[in-house]
């Protein structure tokens, strides 16, 4: 069966010519899938094409299995996908618009030690046509339009690469959501190789860098990743990124009481980032750890992270802290997915 939601243009306008209709029906259907409609509900498409449809294509959804609504507004969703594997997503009201942090992956082999996403590793990674239907899930869930995408959520997209890129080229096309680039952002847990390639797409995506420690000592302990991409090579990397796109990268920096969030870190911090990118506009987004059972990880107070924020900005880094969004619904990532697979019979 042909995934048609995760297709181009010109590759739907191929298939639906091997079917035998017009042309111009696959312009019809483009606009249909990308608005997350069902097949069914397609008024334009006739009958029999529908038929031919429903005998060699599959339009991929996702099922809400839970749902989450925090006091400040936001969601989380927990979704099932076709095959039983679950993921989730959140969805996040601003002042500029709404946006939906979304999952590359249903699960993640990277083994960050303070994230819930990775406690059962990796089962496997998203199509497409699985990232955007989280999306259209939840404006059909809160009939609101979403405006901005961070890939954000369980998984490494640089582990899936073509499926994440496939994802944003059909999520800024014009006939589909038409969502700018420059509201489109992406995180990595530090795939030197994955920025690298990821330079030469020309796509204007905001890349956030999941960095966390000043030395690869601290990184090493609570990042497997930097084994195989220390920090000197991941800022080598981020470096290229900046000097092929210009684009300004954000780091984030989840402070961990007693880890990575004295003042002598933050020193060290400023330090690494102005010795290794000079002329770079550098920003560090720090995150007050978010809990999990399975782990010992503590936040600091607010006047450690107070002092953290003064230290950088002091030494020219400029930081800030990360707004605390869904802290009453388990809205970090993996927590959901997480509790459900505990519940589930072995």
Same mark, same amino acid.
């Given at each position: 069966m042909?995934?048609?939601l995760?297709m181009?243009?010109?590759?739907l306008?191929a298939?639906?010519?091997e079917?035998?209709?017009?042309?111009?029906?696959?312009k019809?259907l483009f606009?249909?899938?990308?608005?997350?409609?069902?097949?069914?509900?397609?008024?334009?498409?006739?009958?029999?094409?529908?038929?031919?449809?429903?005998?060699?294509?599959?339009?991929?959804s996702?099922?809400?299995?839970?749902?989450?609504v925090?006091s400040?507004?936001?969601?989380k969703?927990?979704?099932r996908?076709?095959?039983?594997?679950?993921?989730?997503?959140?969805?996040?009201?601003?002042?500029?618009?709404?946006?939906?942090?979304?999952s590359? !992956?249903?699960?993640?082999?990277?083994?960050?030690r303070f994230c819930?996403? &990775?406690?059962?590793?990796?089962?496997r990674?998203?199509?497409?046509?699985?990232?955007?239907s989280?999306?259209?899930?939840?404006?059909?869930?809160?009939g609101e339009?979403?405006?901005?995408?961070v890939?954000m959520?369980?998984?490494?997209?640089f582990d899936?690469?073509? *499926?994440v890129?496939r994802f944003?080229?059909l %999520? *800024?096309?014009?006939?589909g %959501?038409?969502? @700018?680039?420059?509201?489109i952002s992406?995180?990595t847990?530090?795939?030197?190789d994955g920025i690298?390639?990821?330079?030469?797409?020309g %796509?204007?995506?905001?890349?956030?860098?999941?960095?966390?420690a000043?030395?690869?000592?601290?990184?090493?302990?609570i990042m497997?990743?930097?084994r195989?991409?220390?920090?000197?090579?991941l800022?080598?990397?981020?470096?290229?990124y900046?000097e092929?796109t210009?684009r300004?990268?954000s780091?984030?920096?989840a402070l961990?009481? @007693?880890?990575?969030?004295?003042e002598?870190?933050a !020193?060290?911090?400023a330090?690494l980032?102005?010795? *290794?990118?000079?002329?770079m506009a550098v920003?560090?987004?720090?995150?007050?750890?978010n809990?999990?059972k399975?782990?010992d990880?503590?936040r600091?107070?607010?006047?450690?992270?107070?002092?953290?924020?003064?230290? %950088?900005?002091?030494l020219?880094v400029n930081? &800030?802290?990360r707004?605390?969004?869904?802290?009453?619904?388990d809205?970090?990532? @993996?927590q959901?997915? !997480?509790r459900?697979?505990?519940?589930m019979?072995?």
């Amino acid at each position: 069966m042909n995934d048609i939601l995760s297709m181009y243009p010109d590759e739907l306008t191929a298939f639906v010519l091997e079917l035998g209709e017009e042309k111009y029906r696959a312009k019809q259907l483009f606009y249909w899938l990308h608005r997350g409609v069902p097949l069914e509900r397609m008024s334009n498409i006739p009958n029999k094409m529908k038929e031919k449809l429903a005998g060699s294509a599959v339009i991929p959804s996702v099922t809400m299995e839970e749902k989450r609504v925090s006091s400040d507004g936001t969601v989380k969703y927990l979704f099932r996908c076709h095959d039983g594997e679950y993921i989730e997503s959140v969805f996040m009201r601003h002042d500029y618009g709404n946006t939906v942090c979304v999952s590359s !992956q249903a699960g993640c082999r990277m083994g960050c030690r303070f994230c819930a996403s &990775t406690l059962q590793g990796l089962s496997r990674s998203l199509a497409a046509s699985e990232m955007l239907s989280q999306i259209y899930a939840a404006q059909e869930d809160t009939g609101e339009r979403v405006t901005n995408v961070v890939i954000m959520g369980m998984g490494e997209p640089f582990d899936n690469y073509d *499926n994440v890129i496939r994802f944003i080229r059909l %999520l *800024n096309n014009e006939q589909g %959501l038409n969502i @700018g680039c420059r509201r489109i952002s992406l995180s990595t847990c530090g795939l030197a190789d994955g920025i690298r390639r990821f330079a030469n797409e020309g %796509l204007p995506v905001t890349l956030s860098v999941s960095l966390h420690a000043p030395t690869d000592e601290q990184r090493n302990a609570i990042m497997p990743v930097n084994r195989r991409y220390p920090i000197s090579v991941l800022l080598a990397a981020c470096r290229e990124y900046f000097e092929k796109t210009g684009r300004r990268i954000s780091f984030e920096y989840a402070l961990i009481d @007693g880890q990575n969030n004295s003042e002598k870190d933050a !020193q060290t911090l400023a330090a690494l980032l102005k010795s *290794n990118l000079p002329g770079m506009a550098v920003h560090v987004n720090l995150i007050p750890v978010n809990p999990i059972k399975e782990r010992d990880f503590r936040r600091g107070d607010k006047k450690m992270t107070e002092k953290f924020v003064s230290e %950088l900005e002091r030494l020219g880094v400029n930081a &800030t802290v990360r707004r605390r969004l869904g802290a009453d619904i388990d809205a970090s990532c @993996g927590q959901l997915r !997480q509790r459900r697979i505990g519940e589930m019979p072995q």
